[in-house]
């Protein structure tokens, strides 16, 4: 199918758009982003809760991945900031809306930042400052990152800021002293914590453990219409979203074009009705050859647009990892045991609460995280076959009618390379190249002349 470059290839602007308050999610995914059950599940959080912008944690990314090789939405724009040790771990990015108009900011500061992951935008239509960042305990002390905290709220002075993020600092645990350092600093500038519930359960050994380390600091609160953790789970955290009280554009669930509707039966008719339908005696009569012919192409043009219409349709993800139906089934499998893994919890700690019994761990509620888990590890084997077998896939189509070009742009996606590589380096010089090459042939002679003359001499020494 043709698609018209000039005037088609819109991103349906003019069509009418249905308006949202600005919806903002985070989720810590602990790496997987060139896994495609994670990918899924970014997208699938993404429509279901109607997100303009999503943070993420633990995005283990390296700067040998290229951002256009993920399966992320098309229509969603993704910052990030991998760790500057390149170790693979760590790491936060930001999925925004083409709809939001925002900027990325530098804010200057004097401290190092060696030790810190953060990403900074500014929401221009609302004037809000937001932050997405990730703290890890190994790699950045608290003291430092209390430091940024402190530097960023002055620089920013009296704006609305919003942090959002793992601070790995437990909100429920108030009597520890990263918790009351925390609190310090956050009462400092006026910052509140909003989330309220547990963002993160885990098992450890026999024992099943809950924290809150996912946290939404602003001085801002007064415009958040809710603020909810969230029952979607990409990693071993919860996923938490805010709503302010800002009007955006509804994100579309897919980028939308229009085409040209070059289907087999539109051409059909098209080509039957110029044959035997299509009445020429105007064009055949006329005594101008240029007169005709603009005639002609008139003519044709008129019912080509009556036979192969314009329509709108949805742009996709473009990546070759494509989910089999197994896999589909699996991972809505894993998510229907972690919620009934979840209510069972939920439950049993209500009945010891009324009855006041020990917290003494629940054998069910054990025997339901070991399913999720076997689940959950399941339908990763089963993701990871499905790359393997979409990537062979595709390398024998191509191989089978010699698309070299095609074989190797498969190999750099499924690497996760980049397909299009763009010199950036601003060394070479055109002049000096050239006169380099040019001065091959000259230099080859001279280095022959020179082994020539070292010969003749070896032969008359020995005469």
């Known amino acids: 199918m043709y698609i018209f470059q000039n005037h088609l290839t819109q991103n349906m602007a003019t069509h009418q758009q249905l308006v949202n308050k600005l919806a903002v999610g985070h989720s810590n995914i602990q790496g997987g982003l060139t896994s495609l059950v994670k990918c899924l599940d ?13 943070c993420l944690n633990e995005t283990n990314l390296k700067s040998d991945i290229d951002s256009s090789t993920l399966a992320l939405p098309c229509n969603f724009t993704l910052l990030r900031k991998d760790r500057n040790n390149e170790s693979g771990r760590g790491g936060c990015g930001i999925l925004i809306s083409s709809n939001i108009n925002y900027k990325t900011i530098d804010l200057n500061l004097t401290t190092s930042t060696d030790k810190i992951e953060s990403l900074w ?18 790699f950045c002390p608290i003291d430092t990152f209390l430091d940024y905290i402190s530097e960023c709220m002055i620089k920013l002075g009296k704006k609305k800021v919003i942090w959002l ?3 790995n600092i437990d909100q429920n645990n108030i009597n520890t002293i990263n918790y ?3 609190d310090q600093t956050m009462k400092m500038f006026g910052l509140v914590q909003t989330v309220q519930e547990i963002t993160r359960i885990a098992k450890l050994g026999d024992k099943i453990t809950q924290s809150t380390i996912d946290v939404i600091m602003t001085n801002t609160y007064s415009h958040f219409l809710s603020c909810d953790v969230l029952g979607d789970r990409i990693g071993d955290h919860q996923a938490i979203k805010f709503t302010v009280d800002f009007n955006v554009k509804k994100p579309l669930k897919f980028k939308k ?11 059909s008719a098209f080509k039957t009705f110029l044959k035997e339908n299509c009445n020429y005696s105007s064009i055949i009569e006329s005594s101008d050859v240029n007169e005709a012919a603009e005639g002609l192409n008139l003519h044709i043009q008129h019912y080509y647009d009556q036979f192969c219409p314009i329509k709108q349709i949805k742009c996709h993800s473009d990546y070759i990892h494509k989910p089999s139906e197994e896999l589909l089934r699996n991972i809505k499998l894993r998510r229907k045991l972690y919620r009934k893994y979840k209510k069972h919890l939920s439950d049993d700690e209500k009945k010891r609460k009324n009855n006041r019994l020990p917290t003494t761990p629940c054998i069910q509620c054990k025997l339901l995280w070991d399913n999720f ?40 996606t499924a690497s ?19 006169e380099f090459f040019a001065q091959i042939g000259p230099n080859i002679q001279e280095e022959v002349s020179v082994d020539n003359d070292r010969n003749e001499d070896n032969t008359s020494y020995q005469k």
């Open 257 to 267: 074009i229009l085409i040209r509707d070059h289907c087999k039966s539109n051409i």
């Open 121 to 138: 935008i500014h929401l221009l239509d609302c004037n809000i400052y937001l932050c997405s960042f990730y703290r890890s305990e190994q």
């Open 373 to 412: 888990k076997k689940q959950k590890n399941y339908t990763t084997k089963l993701a990871r076959r499905d790359c393997r077998v979409n990537i062979i896939t595709e390398l024998k189509a191509k191989s089978a009618i010699n698309d070299l070009k095609g074989v190797w742009k498969t190999i750099k």
């Open 416 to 434: 996760n390379l980049p397909t299009k590589v763009s010199n950036t380096s601003c060394n070479l010089d055109a002049d000096e190249s050239n």
């Open 42 to 54: 970014i997208q699938n959080l993404i429509l279901r809760e109607k997100l303009d912008i999503l």
């Open 180 to 182: 009351r350092k925390l």
């Open 165 to 167: 993020g793992d601070i």
